[in-house]
Nanobody, 123 residues
């Protein structure tokens, strides 16, 4: 059964870095990272095209976060630098059809989700 498993979350101070990993990334899927803070809706953070060459970022993380994938290892990563307290959330890895990588970054097209990993950034 296909599944996604995130790892790498933790607690850091503002300005610090974390690298999230997602195991089980599907070779032909659009892969994305999303986050959800308590009381907020789930929002898109970044996505990477099936070939691994085209990426998209939310404005709030552009220039600080980098998404990448290792096709041979079925892994997707999210390198997060210069973290801010407002980045605090549960981060989810998700897979969707190739069409999910067209246009912006919306929750709906993604149909396989991991269980999430907590990221806490203190000021």
């Amino acid at each position: 059964q296909e599944q996604l498993v995130e790892s790498g979350g933790g607690s850091v101070q503002a300005g610090g870095s974390l690298r999230l990993a997602c195991a089980g990334a599907q070779y032909t899927a659009c892969m994305g990272w999303f986050r959800q803070a308590p009381g907020n809706e789930r929002e898109g953070v970044a996505r990477v095209y099936p070939g691994g060459t085209s990426t998209f970022y939310a404005d709030s993380v552009k220039g600080r976060f980098t998404i990448s994938r290792d096709l041979a290892k079925n892994m997707v990563y999210l390198q997060m630098n210069n973290l801010k307290p407002e980045d605090t959330a549960t981060y989810f890895c998700a897979a969707g059809p190739g069409s999910a990588c067209v246009g912006g970054l919306r929750v709906a097209p993604f149909n396989l989700w991991g269980q999430g990993t907590q990221v806490t950034v203190s000021s």
